[in-house]
């Protein structure tokens, strides 16, 4: 169980106050689903949705880059 989970409404980090996901939860994420991209990349994206929802005052592409322009 990581430390580095999300503080909802506002998306920051529980483990370091950085926006989430943040460096080391994206680590532990590729390590979690190594092998398996494209299901890192639908369960990032079902995170990118209830983001959204919340941070209604930041940019789409914002949002996009932040949740799954780093999953490849």
């Known amino acids: 169980m990581t430390t580095h989970g999300p503080v909802l409404p506002v998306w ?3 483990g ?9 939860r994206r680590r532990e994420l590729h390590a979690e689903f190594e092998g398996a991209p494209v299901s890192l990349a639908l369960y990032m994206g079902s995170y990118l949705v209830w983001a959204a929802e919340d941070l209604t ?14 999953v490849r």
């Open 12 to 14: 920051t980090c529980g």
């Open 16 to 24: 370091c106050d950085a926006p989430w996901p943040c460096g080391t």
């Open 57 to 70: 005052w930041v940019p789409a592409g914002l949002l996009h880059r932040r949740f799954l322009g780093w």
